[in-house]
């Protein structure tokens, strides 16, 4: 469904420490990083990309080492102190990753197919937003996932999801496939982003490289939203969501995994979560906290907000029109 722009919309209400609203543009050489190992997957005859019977697109990540976090933590501060200290990080299998976020359609299929009910539509209050001329927070009960306030097509990446709204998603998805289906591991997530990268972006370090890789708040957002800080010089015509794909790829095969709306993951959120990180597929806190990790960076966000190791977080029933997420299938498990 279609909707023209109105003059409210909606703001994620994350609070983790890199929503970094100073949206600062950079172009500086990179503090050199170990380098990302990355051997070939032993996965049988599975092909490096697979489409499944939803019509859902799917990369092969391969095992592999890699530093996860920020080495200088004050670079962004204080929006990236909770991104450090690096850890040396080993992801032991495989796995295949959404190609991109999962789309407003391949949403529609899952509702459908169960009639399921968003958080937004069971609560019967919408999402939380703000208002385009004053910044003002609001909240409408009409925003939900099939309609938002702006023109999305099927091709778009689904919002208005709270955290369990994907876990649903997820859940039908493993009975659809035979396969377990979930969110990805922070950990997961970031080696996947980086795809073999140790920059700010896995397009590099300049700023200006991501206008190819990501669509962040630029000059398009600004015309839209006159108040909106830290806006990009550049201008992609895309002043809200961008359809699936419209970027490069990284190396792995994978779109959109700067900008466009933050995905979900399915860990615990903890600022200092890095102290006590598991070297070995990590999942994060193992205690409960008030959070869920976010990532990626959004439409809405600066670029510097969109990096490889930026953090963000929201509570499990939160949503946002700047958030969505992508599925992880594990590589030879069954759900049977």
């Known amino acids: ?3 023209q722009t109105p003059t409210i919309l909606l703001l994620a209400l994350l609070v983790g420490c890199s929503a970094d609203p100073s949206g600062v543009l950079l172009d500086v050489d990179s503090t050199k990083r170990l380098p990302v190992e990355t051997p ?7 092909p490096r990309v697979r489409t499944n019977d939803v019509g859902m697109e799917f990369a092969l990540v391969p095992a592999g080492r890699f530093e996860m976090g920020a080495r200088d933590t004050d670079r962004f501060a204080p929006y990236s102190r909770c991104e ?4 040396d990080v080993e992801i032991t299998r495989p796995f295949w990753m959404g190609r991109h976020e999962v789309t407003v359609g391949e949403f529609r299929t899952f509702v459908r197919a169960t009639g399921y009910r ?8 919408g999402c939380n937003g703000v208002d385009l001329g004053t910044g003002a927070l609001i909240r409408r009960i009409d925003w939900i996932w099939s309609s938002p306030p702006f023109e999305q097509t099927d091709d778009h990446p689904v919002v208005c999801v709270a955290w369990e709204d994907a876990v649903a998603f997820c859940m039908w998805l493993s009975e659809v496939e035979g396969r377990t289906c979930r969110l990805p591991t922070e950990a997961e997530w970031e080696y996947a982003c980086r795809a073999g990268s140790d920059t700010l972006f896995a397009s590099g370090d300049r700023v200006e490289d991501l206008r190819r890789f990501g669509n962040a708040g630029d000059a398009a957002l600004l015309r839209a939203f006159p108040v909106a800080e830290g806006t990009a010089p550049w201008d992609d015509g895309h002043a809200f969501t961008a359809p699936v794909a419209s970027f490069q790829p990284n190396e792995f095969g994978l779109y959109d995994m700067h900008g466009n709306v933050g995905e979900w993951c ?3 959120y903890d600022p200092l979560a890095y102290w006590s990180l598991e070297r070995r597929d990590p999942t994060g806190p193992a205690e409960p906290t008030t959070w869920r990790v976010v990532r990626g960076g959004s439409w809405y966000n600066t670029p510097t907000s969109c990096r490889s190791t930026g953090r963000h977080d929201g509570i499990e029933t939160a949503r946002s029109i700047t958030n969505g997420f992508r599925v992880v299938v594990e590589v030879g498990r069954s759900t049977d």
């Open 266 to 268: 399915q860990d615990w």
């Open 84 to 87: 450090g200290p690096v850890r």
């Open 40 to 46: 070939a997957a032993s996965v049988g005859s599975e």
């Open 118 to 125: 968003t958080r937004a539509e069971i609560d019967g209050d």
């Open 1 to 3: 469904m279609s909707h």
